[in-house]
């Protein structure tokens, strides 16, 4: 079956950088996504990786090895508003985004 | 990016009657909409994916008969809930993309059954 894995819940320190890592085994690759999900709000696309290596936007950067099925989101300078869950997606053989769980991001000053 | 519009956002209706969300693509043609539930503290739950022209691919377990979806236009899609109860109250998504590209997503509808 297709499973993606990331951790259900982290918490960081404002400032400071987290890594959140995702897990997939799916049937066919065709990208990866990041979203990020504020509560009681739609997702918004965050990085898209399709390749191999590291994407970075800003504060967010995304990692890929399509090898071990693994991404990371990194975020750094955390901000308060960075507190949401953010949703790792595999767009399958299909062109079918496959969900994460999510993993909700806790930011302490 | 590109913009999906979904309507309304919030709504409350009684228990028995149906409710219609729409989802528009506003500056793009989207061959494919997908319809997602969202449940408190949990993840996007696929329902349905429309494709403009012909009948909605249902997701196992969702009833193709409560939740109507209709793919009239490149840029429309609606999700009829039929007949509803409590137990649909939800978070509903819909999202609009080609084959390739990031899902851009509606606003998302709040739907409260009382």
């Known amino acids: 079956g297709q499973n993606i894995d990331q951790p259900t819940e982290m918490t960081a320190t404002e400032g400071a950088i987290v890594q959140i890592n995702c897990t997939y085994q799916t049937s066919g690759f065709n990208g990866l996504f990041w979203y990020q999900q504020h509560a009681g709000e739609a997702p918004t696309f965050l990085s898209y990786n399709v390749l191999d290596g590291l994407e970075e936007k800003g504060r967010f950067s995304s990692f890929l090895s399509r090898s071990k099925g693994y991404s990371y989101l990194l975020l750094k300078e955390l901000q308060m508003k960075d507190s949401a869950s953010y949703l790792c997606?595999?767009?399958?053989?299909?062109?079918?985004?496959?969900w994460g769980a999510g993993t909700k991001l806790i930011i302490k000053p | 990016g590109a913009v999906v519009s979904q309507h309304p956002s919030r709504v409350i209706c009684k228990s028995g009657t149906s409710v219609k969300i729409e989802c528009r693509s506003l500056?793009?043609?989207?061959?494919?909409m997908f319809w997602y539930r969202q449940f408190p503290k949990q993840s996007l739950m696929l329902m349905a994916t429309s494709n403009e022209g012909s009948k909605a691919t249902y997701e196992q377990g969702v009833e193709k008969d409560k939740f109507l979806i209709n793919h009239a236009s490149l840029t429309l899609s609606t999700l009829t809930v039929t007949s509803a109860h409590p137990e649909d109250s939800s978070f509903y998504i819909c999202?609009?993309?080609?084959?390739?590209?990031?899902?851009?997503f509606g606003q998302g509808t709040r739907l409260t059954v009382v």
């Open positions: 999202s609009a993309r080609t084959t390739d590209t990031e899902a851009f």
């Open positions: 997606a595999v767009s399958d053989s299909n062109y079918q985004l496959i």
């Open positions: 500056d793009f043609q989207a061959t494919t």
